[in-house]
């Protein structure tokens, strides 16, 4: 399985972003999509997943209101939008993949791109 992660750049705070995620070779097509970062220093936070069939989605606290998840099974491609961004929303961004029912808790994720670096300025 292969996931490209793409979208990312630097932006002014306040601005916008989406980020893209192409998948192919996927072992199963019922695959859910989550999407993590990674700030320097820091953990790898969960920012949110959404579901096979793309009719649940979740956010996470710090980004709840302004990102947005969605995804084009036909593209096989799933999308981050970034609204208003922050300084502390800089991090490479990751795409990953799950076959697991828990997707909605950031944990078991199976497959995973390479990131996509977000540099938000104030």
């Known amino acids: 399985v292969q996931l490209q992660a793409s979208g990312g750049g ?3 705070a306040g601005d916008s972003l989406r980020l ?3 998948v192919s070779g996927s072992r199963f097509p019922n695959y859910a999509m989550g ?3 990674q700030a ?3 953990e790898r936070e969960f920012v949110g997943g959404i579901s096979w069939d793309g009719g649940s989605t979740i956010t996470t606290d710090p980004v709840k209101g302004r990102f ?9 491609t799933g999308y981050l939008q970034m609204n208003n961004l922050r300084p502390e929303d800089t991090a ?4 990953a993949l799950t076959y697991g ?3 909605y808790t950031g944990y078991e994720y ?3 791109g390479q990131g996509t670096q977000v540099t938000v300025s104030s």
């Open 92 to 95: 490479e961004y990751y795409c």
């Open 35 to 37: 999407w993590f970062r």
């Open 20 to 22: 893209s995620c192409v």
């Open 40 to 42: 320097p220093g820091k």
């Open 101 to 103: 029912s828990s997707w």
């Open 10 to 12: 630097s932006v002014q």
């Open 68 to 76: 947005t998840i969605s995804r084009d099974n036909a593209k096989k």
């Open 110 to 112: 199976d497959d995973w």
